[in-house]
């Protein structure tokens, strides 16, 4: 496979991902009762506190787990990042001059137009990248393989959110990417699961 396809084809992923999640959440806006706010894809409230919370609880599982000069790359970029204590690029550009003028146009939906490319996230060097939506999940599922990121140096990974450890509404599992160096070094962590033996 050539370079120009290659980068064709890990765009179009990127891109699916992102289109699912945007539709995930304009089923979600259907629940609103406000007119205004559904017909702009924004989520009740309810459901927006609750995730508040959980990506909360995720911040701080990160800074349990995160080196002081670690960065992330997440577009709920509010309660995660600030309870990371770390450096954040936000993929939607609200926090980031480039994006907001340069990214490509993914959206009509109020602060998620736009959408951070590739390789401008792969020049942060984030060591957790959490792209797409509802990545959480109740119950523990297998860490996906995904060998184009693998060759990027990440491997997906599944934080166990423990609701009494990080301040959690209740006990979830995360899924993300993760560094594959750094998800190697905290393997004995009993909170991260990934595929990072598998992916070397």
């Known amino acids: 496979m050539g370079v120009p396809t290659l980068t064709f084809a890990i765009a179009a992923a990127l891109f699916l991902v ?8 304009a089923e979600r806006a259907k629940q609103v009762r406000e007119p205004e706010r559904a017909k702009r894809g ?3 409230l309810g459901w927006t506190r609750s995730y508040a ?6 911040g701080r599982w990160i800074a ?7 960065r ?11 309870w990371s204590g ?8 609200l926090c980031d001059a480039w994006i907001a003028h340069h990214g490509p146009i993914v959206s009509n939906r109020p602060g998620h137009q736009r959408f ?5 996230i792969l020049q942060h060097k984030p060591v957790f990248l959490l792209i797409g939506n509802d990545y959480a999940r109740e119950k523990p599922e297998p860490p996906k393989r995904d ?20 301040e959690a509404p209740e006990t979830y599992y995360h899924y993300f990417l993760m560094r594959l160096d750094r998800a190697t070094e905290r393997a004995s962590s009993p909170w991260l699961r990934s595929n990072a033996a598998v992916a070397r």
């Not at 992102?18 to 959440?25: D, E, R």
């Not at 919370?53 to 995720?58: E, F, V």
């Not at 990027?152 to 423990?162: M, S």
């Open 147 to 166: 060998r184009t990121w693998e060759k990027l140096g990440y491997t997906w990974a599944e934080a166990k959110v423990d609701a009494h450890t990080f």
């Open 42 to 44: 924004i989520e009740p």
């Open 86 to 93: 770390i450096y954040n690029l936000d993929t939607f550009g």
């Open 18 to 25: 992102h289109a699912q999640g945007q539709y995930t959440l």
């Open 72 to 82: 992330m790359a997440v577009g709920a970029a509010g309660a995660m990042p600030y």
């Open 64 to 70: 349990h787990h995160a080196a002081p000069d670690d």
């Open 53 to 58: 919370l959980r990506w909360a609880a995720m």
């Open 116 to 120: 951070a490319p590739r390789s401008y």
